[in-house]
């Protein structure tokens, strides 16, 4: 700062020394010292331009010049604080929403997988008469191994469904297991952190024997070990068998990504039973590696002309017809269902509306603070400031107040992306999302944006203003613009279209969300609590774990004290935990075994109880009962979609006492009863054709034994008393049954209702918030602009009332003028709306995208909202004084 003072000081000394050099000569030439003064300061001009000129000839004066516009622009700034903070907090709401939005896109659409180039990683799929097949027999791998060209590698991994426990060194752990081949993480390109990883077998990467070994995430190593590092080598214990660590993945490295428990990976073996196409075969997902410069679209040309060869393999003409063609998806590209891209992308839409009607809104705020400082501006261009300085200072405020706006905005991202944490979690699947690198880019991207849509517009036109008329006694009577009130009423009018159409979508999703609660689910919700249980199914190997386990911890549970009913589920209607499909595989060939081949189911496994607990209603014979044992002849419960799919007659008569399928080979199955139809998926999904079988008639060996315990099985409780009375009843009755059962999570059926209201309900209530502040913003605006222009005319106003205007006709000179503003915005905002709906379609229940009556409601809402902000300002013109208006002038 002293290096640039001492340069101006140069220059005024310089200046100095050539005025009172000419001084000199002109006194000599005989002039008086006062003539000679004022004839050289005339000959010599502005003294301040030419030291701001020559200024400006420096190396780096932009950046002093910077510097002074930043201390100015905060003192003026703080000189209106209220002014300051009114456009400092329209801005954030649109950089906060934007920001907010942009964080759960980034997170879940746009995050970059933890591998090696994870463009070129492939998942190759069957796809057939039943759609697409995302598992493969291992002969059909092999084949694709064997004959495909366009990839480096392939490897192949298997789910392990059942509940899988890690013995750490201080508890045991449950954690997420995937069977992979030896060469799974060489296809990822992941090179362990710790240890070596799985040794690859010279002869077959994926049918070698790689022994007993397994990779630790780095969660399980932290989380289980407390990171220690000599844990390569040692022995863990993994569902009661031992495994030998060979490698730690580095942290963030998850297989299958995105998962959210901790995980380990253990050596896969291909054995004898894979020698074989049977359904009973296991089943592989395969991941693949395309070669550097093999486009996805080459590759699956390729796989096209191989799949025909494979399915002929198939000596079932259907099973081969499920196979016929080939589907290859980038693996990024399968994380996301599509559902969740339109809803996350309409909110970023929502959000972007948002944030342009803030900046359309502070626009205007700005060409009236231009307004105001019309005088302040004028006397500066008199001293010599150019328009381009003046635009500069001004461009230099509209950034100060963006800054400032997006720090707020970045609090208020954070703050909705913790209101809607929940909402994240169940349909999005992802939690702990904070605003990373990349969001804080785009933020500061959009806040330079801002400035410039918001004060880019105002500086120019505040900046070629004419100097005179402001000057003069009156100036800013005088230099209030006509054509500058015409914009900013054709910006009032672009905030109400806008702000309408976020209103439309947000009533259309609020009827939805409606039409949802008001849908019949089939079954009971109060006073119902669910509990999902994972069970140590390794201690049960060679026991029934359904007589050992689950029927015992039922009758204590039912036993206890405030419990009403109580049954046991495979999954609880609307959940998510474990959901059965069952398939017919009717022998020959004749057109109704097609038709039922072509049939799938949901299967439901639950205990006699269900219906006390549930209330479900019977169309016709009769639910479980304490009759049907494990002994007693096979029981079966279809629904009312079942029948009319499998029977096509639609008469639940004739469905009952029908043989459907067998337990065993000598224990057939028969249909006793056709339930009423419930929701099974969610709300907004019709039922689904559906089969019940009793847990109490499951025995190991029989069919469904399997599923029914390798996935979670749901405790159901009615009872009256509070959650937090009976929870740790149950709890304490679990721990006693298996220590791990203890910490199992209850969630009131209620909950479970409201969550599969998924994105309909997250977008529901993100438009509501979206749409609100729009209203806001837009009312700000317009009462903005009509108090504007009762300061502007009240000395018009002051006459019309001295010459006898009644009070009603000054109410109605303003809201004549506000409701001009408010009609052309609404109409705009219609049309807009008819077009915009149909982006919101796909979320739709119980409303059409056109709704008359929502679009109407929404108008009359504005409207009357409009005219209400407007009649403030209207009775503040009716109240004037003539005599103090006049005065004034």
Known sequence: MRFWHRRADDIDEEIATHIAMDIEARVGRGESPEEARRAAMREFGNTLLVRETARGMWAGEWLERVMQDGRYAWRQLMRSPGFSLVVIGTLAIGLGATAAMFTVVNRVLLETLPYREPNRLVLIHADGRRGEVWSAPWLDVQMWRQQARSFEEIAVSRNDFAATFLEGQSATQRVDRMWVSANMFRVLGVTPAMGHGFNIPAGDPITGDPGDVAVLSDAVWRDSFGADRSIVGRAVTISGKSFTVVGVTPRGIVFPARSQQPQVWTALKIGPEDSSRENTVPIYNTLARLKDGVSLEAATAEMKTIQPGVAKQYKDAFASSMVSSIILK?????????????????????????????????????????????????????LGASRIRIVQQLMTEGMMLSLCAAALGLLLAVGLLQMFSHGLVTQLHVQGIVPDWRVIATLLALTFLSAVMAAMWPAISSARASIEPALRQGGAQVGYSRSR???????????????????????????????????????????????????????????????????????????????????????????????????????????????????????????????????????????????????????????????????????????????????????????????DDTRQVSVAQQSLPEIEVSLAQITPGARFYVPATRGRMSLAVRSALPTSVIVPRIKELMRAASPELENTTFTSMTQIVEDTYGNQQIVARLLVCFGGSALLLCLSGLYGLLSQVVTQRTREIGVRVALGARRGQVIW??????????????????????????????????VRPHDVLTMGGVAVLLVGSGLAAGAVPALRAASIDPVEALRAE
Request: aromatic share 8%; hydrophobic share 45%; with cysteine.
């Open 485 to 675: 009130q015409r914009v900013q009423m054709t910006l009032v009018v672009t905030q109400i279209s806008l702000s309408l159409v976020l209103l439309v979508g947000c009533g259309l999703l609020l009827r939805t969300i409606y039409s949802l609660r008001h849908a019949p689910l089939g079954f009971r919700t109060d006073n119902i609590i669910v509990g999902s249980m994972v069970a140590p199914l390794y201690r049960y190997e060679d026991r029934d774990i359904i007589a050992t386990l689950y029927k015992p911890l039922l009758e204590r549970v039912k036993a206890a004290p405030g419990i009403d009913a109580a049954t046991l589920m495979s999954d609880v209607p609307l959940g998510v935990n474990f959901r059965l499909m069952f398939s017919f595989a009717p022998e020959g060939n004749s057109a109704e075994a097609i038709r039922h081949r072509d049939m799938t189911a949901q299967a439901r496994i639950v205990g006699p109880e269900a219906q006390q607990v549930f209330g479900f209603h019977m169309l016709r014979g009769r639910f479980f009962n304490d009759k049907d044992t494990a002994g007693s002849p096979g029981a079966i419960v279809v629904n009312r979609a079942f029948v009319d799919q499998y029977y096509q007659s639609g008469d639940p008569d004739k469905a009952i006492g029908q043989r459907l399928l067998n337990f065993t080979k000598d224990r057939p199955g028969t249909v006793v009863g056709v339930l």
């Open 330 to 382: 980038r693996y990024g590209a399968t994380l996301v269902d599509k559902d969740v891209q339109r809803s996350l992308l309409a909110l970023l839409g929502a959000s972007a509306l948002l944030w342009l009607i803030s900046c359309v809104n502070v626009t205007g705020l700005m060409l009236a603070r231009g307004t105001a400082r019309q005088r302040e501006i004028a006397v500066r261009g008199a």
């Open 813 to 846: 000179l303003v809201l004549r003028q506000a409701g001009r503003m408010i009609v052309v915005g609404t109409v705009t905002g219609v049309a807009l709306s008819w077009f915009a709906s149909r982006l919101v379609e796909s979320f739709l229940y119980g």
